[in-house]
């Protein structure tokens, strides 16, 4: 199994991005999947996540309306388009196999760094 992700980068607030994970060596359809972070000196904090068919997605409170969660079977791609950037959004972004849809995480990838800051 492996997971990398892609798309992160210093961004204006106000900014967007689109980050991808490229997944390898599993069934990718067949799983839960989710973005989670970790802003420098904090914990992880889960972002988001969809069901494998794509049929259901959830996000955390504050970035409704500013994160969109998708993707794409066929190619065995997650991916997190972010809109409207803030300072406090600055963090690695992670993806990651979730077996159950409740947070329980079996693979990680290596992280892509998003920081917002003019």
């Known amino acids: 199994v492996q997971l990398v992700e892609s798309g992160g980068g210093l961004v204006q607030p106000g900014g967007s991005l689109r980050l991808s994970c490229a997944a390898s060596g599993f069934t990718f359809s067949s799983y839960y999947m989710s973005w989670v972070r970790q802003a420098p000196g904090k914990g992880l904090e889960w972002v988001s996540d969809?069901?494998?068919?794509?049929?259901?997605?959830n996000y955390v409170d504050f970035v409704k309306g500013r994160f969109t969660i998708s993707r794409d079977n066929a190619k065995s791609t997650l991916y997190l388009q972010i809109n409207s950037l803030k300072p406090e959004d600055t963090a690695l972004y992670y993806c990651?196999?979730?077996?159950?849809?409740?947070?329980?995480?079996?693979?990680w990838g290596q992280g892509t760094q998003v920081t917002v800051s003019s």
């Open positions: 969809m069901a494998g068919d794509g049929g259901r997605t």
């Open positions: 990651a196999r979730d077996l159950t849809g409740w947070g329980e995480y079996d693979y």
